[in-house]
């Protein structure tokens, strides 16, 4: 039996929006002791950024916040959907390009909009990309996946927990 679960938080580039929340998901699982248990990932739809660093505003931001960011930009590849639990796109957009990669009805229970999981999401479900805006745009960033990552944990667990039963 596999008793641990894996996780993929996806954007376009993967050097601003799913680092942060690959960053800020470690930090959460190991608060909670549950690396054992948890494996994180991020990607990019797009191969524009592989082997990159995230992005110098992004990792500041991180840095403003206590967290390190540690990834190297890879791209999402559609033979990654078998091995992950939950697979997570930071707007429609990446979404959509992960539908078209693997659009088999079976997948799509592990394939959802990160905000779906945002307390304070008020219909709007996209992660805004920074990518091209000011500071503050890596800020609001951060306050979502900040309160948004405690509820993807919740949700990791309870798939947690069934894997046991
Ligand atoms: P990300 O942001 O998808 O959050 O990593 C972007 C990074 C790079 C580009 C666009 C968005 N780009 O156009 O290179």
Redesign the pocket.
Known sequence: MNSTVEVCFV????????PLAQGVFESLVKEEGLQGCITINSA?VSG??VGNPP?ARMQQTARDHGIHLNSRGRQFQSSDFEQMDLVLA?DHSNLRALKQMRPEPELQDKLFLFRSFDPQHNNDLEVP???YGGDKGFETVYQIVDRTCPKVLDHLKIQLAKKYE
């Open positions: 954007c376009l580039g993967n050097i601003c929006r799913s990019g524009w950024h992005d930071m990309d920074p990518y």
